[in-house]
């Protein structure tokens, strides 16, 4: 296919590039410059020799690098190889005072007040290194032992990435017999959610069956589609080539991606050439536009964490999934579509404060705090539960986010995209060991994996999509907590305070003066 051609082409182009790895010597011109004579006389030499084959521009620019003015016909192999050795000589003497060598070049380049500051930059990086390395931060987390579901503790390849797939097999399944995957919801909306029962429930005009989870249909009832999104909402439905490049000057080189081998750093690359920019972004676009699923993005690697130092129980480690660049890419994408609308026709519960632009958790701590002074002020009973929504994201039911991000003005196609994706994806777990040969999903007579899964750019926006639902369904079952504003003077109703998975529910009474027993006995 086109995309294996692309492919290979990538990785083949990529094997071919010279790899940098700089920062071991601090710069300045006299480390700079011995380098630059050491690579100019031993390419010299090699092609003298007849080991090294150069364009004669690439020589000349080589040469005008290192500074070098002199001729080198006149001198034979033998003298070439004798300046290599004196460049080689020159160079490791500069290289030895690197330190001393990079403040006298600051000394010379910079005025006092931009010196002491890039030196004090320097420093505090170099003491951060070494507090990372007593601390053993350098280190991955990836886990060489686990305990599996029975208590035994595993330590040796198979036996560890044996365990971790029969973990993971569970947590991706934890919603298997939940009222969204059995029937009669299992009926009317598959494992997909893409169904003419979803767009009645989006219109409104669904009847559940009798049979149906009460709370399931309450949630239903919710889906509905708010008055201010139109039945074609403006969410941007393509791929554009400035989308593709603006996406990727963001991004982050070093960035983990997944098992063909296409890391960040190609697709940056590509980004910067017109034609290449294009043919990325098209190749995009034909699955965010018409819901297709490339068969590279049906594989994952599951990289397992350790969560806490010292617990090695296989439920309580992290399993984040790698997937291809631009499958993420996609997938990032469809997230910062659906947000801008969502928040554009205010469909976000103001509840929510994680994943939003202009919310940060220490204004969510702030107001609760400020609730809480305002309750001891005017002396009111109120109820507060901490909550945390364990492994939410690991949990969603892919019909339930199809119905919920379809609500908030999102087209059908790059949710199909994705929900095939993870529903068809076979996936393969990274330990300490190394990339597993064993895997699991893919298989269709299985339901499939749910989960949005960690790892996933839009695993977040789909909660956020899910959780605006259950607030709202709080506030009409008559929760929450209803006060009188101190400053703005106006009433407000609360039913929480969350952030992504972690929230506070509130619970106060129906009247000013309700005691804590009423309060507790309208829960």
């Given at each position: ?6 492919t290979?082409?990538m990785?083949?182009?990529a094997?071919r590039?010279?790899?940098i ?10 480390t700079?410059?011995?380098g ?15 080991y ?5 521009m690439?020589?000349t620019?080589l040469?005008?690098?290192a ?5 080198t016909r ?9 300046k290599?050795?004196a460049a080689r000589?020159?160079y490791l ?5 690197h ?12 005025p006092?007040k931009d010196?002491?500051?890039?030196i004090r ?14 601390n053993?931060?350098?280190k ?11 208590g ?13 797939i ?28 893409d169904?003419?029962?979803?767009d009645e429930?989006?219109?409104g005009t669904?009847?559940?069956?009798p ?5 399931l249909?309450?949630f ?9 999104v ?5 969410c941007?439905?393509?791929?554009t080539t ?14 983990q991606?997944g098992?063909?081998?296409l890391?960040?750093s190609?697709f940056?690359?590509n980004a910067l ?5 294009a043919l990325?972004?098209?190749s995009?676009?034909i699955?965010y ?22 617990n ?6 992290r399993?984040?999934?790698l997937?291809e660049?631009?499958?993420?890419m ?5 997230s ?13 519960a ?5 994943g ?9 701590s ?12 005017k002396?009111r009973?109120a ?22 991000l ?11 995209s ?7 994806m076979?996936?393969y777990v990274?330990?300490?060991f190394?990339?597993?040969a064993?895997s ?8 499939p994996l749910?989960?949005?899964l960690q790892g996933n750019?839009a ?7 899910i959780?605006s639902?259950?607030?709202?369904m709080?506030k ?11 400053i703005s ?6 039913a929480?305070f ?10 106060g009474g129906?009247?000013?003066?309700s ?7 309208g829960?």
């Amino acid at each position: 296919s086109i995309d294996n051609l692309k492919t290979r082409s990538m990785l083949t182009a990529a094997n071919r590039c010279r790899h940098i790895r700089a920062g071991q010597v601090d710069y300045s011109d006299k480390t700079s410059n011995a380098g630059q004579a050491l690579r100019f006389w031993r390419a010299a030499a090699s092609r003298r020799a007849g080991y090294l084959k150069m364009h004669p521009m690439k020589w000349t620019q080589l040469k005008q690098d290192a500074g070098i003015t002199i001729s080198t016909r006149p001198l034979s192999l033998e003298d070439l190889w004798m300046k290599v050795k004196a460049a080689r000589k020159k160079y490791l003497e500069h290289k030895k005072n690197h330190r001393q060598c990079r403040l006298d070049y600051l000394k010379e380049k910079f005025p006092e007040k931009d010196r002491l500051r890039i030196i004090r930059i320097e420093a505090q990086r170099r003491q951060g290194l070494v507090v990372r390395s007593i601390n053993g931060k350098l280190k991955t987390g990836a886990v060489s032992e686990v305990i599996d579901s029975t208590g035994k503790r595993c330590t040796g390849k198979d036996d560890v990435e044996r365990a971790t797939i029969d973990g993971n097999k569970d947590k991706y399944c934890q919603s298997t017999a939940t009222p969204p995957m059995t029937d009669p919801f299992l009926s009317d909306f598959g494992y997909t959610g893409d169904t003419a029962a979803a767009d009645e429930v989006l219109q409104g005009t669904y009847v559940p069956d009798p049979a149906m989870d009460p709370h399931l249909k309450d949630f239903l009832q919710h889906c509905k589609r708010p008055p201010g999104v139109p039945v074609d909402p403006p969410c941007p439905k393509v791929v554009t080539t400035e989308d593709h490049r603006l996406g990727w000057k963001k991004a982050k080189e070093r960035t983990q991606a997944g098992m063909s081998g296409l890391d960040f750093s190609m697709f940056k690359a590509n980004a910067l050439d017109p034609q290449l920019c294009a043919l990325d972004a098209s190749s995009r676009n034909i699955a965010y536009s018409t819901g297709f699923v490339y068969g590279r993005w049906k594989h994952g690697l599951n990289a397992m964490l350790i969560k806490k130092a010292g617990n090695f129980w296989v439920n309580k480690l992290r399993t984040i999934l790698l997937l291809e660049a631009d499958q993420n890419m996609n997938y990032k994408k469809l997230s910062r579509d659906v947000m801008w609308f969502a928040e554009l026709v205010d469909l976000i519960a103001p509840e929510n404060y994680g994943g939003r632009k202009d919310h940060r958790s220490v204004e969510l701590s702030l107001n609760l705090r400020l609730t809480n002074d305002l309750l001891r002020l005017k002396r009111r009973a109120a109820i507060l539960a901490s909550t945390d929504a364990q492994g939410c994201f690991d949990r969603i039911v892919h019909a339930i986010a199809f119905l919920c991000l379809k609500r908030l003005g999102l087209p059908s196609a790059p949710i199909q995209s994705m929900i095939t994706a993870i529903q068809t994806m076979t996936h393969y777990v990274r330990t300490a060991f190394g990339d597993s040969a064993d895997s699991y999903g893919g298989n269709d007579t299985l339901p499939p994996l749910m989960g949005l899964l960690q790892g996933n750019g839009a695993a977040g926006t789909g909660w956020q999509a899910i959780s605006s639902v259950l607030v709202e369904m709080l506030k009409t079952a008559g929760f929450g907590l209803e006060l009188w504003s101190a400053i703005s003077q106006e009433a407000i109703k609360l039913a929480c305070f969350q952030f992504v998975d972690d929230g506070t529910l509130i619970q106060g009474g129906p009247r000013p003066d309700s005691t804590g027993e009423e309060v507790y006995a309208g829960m």
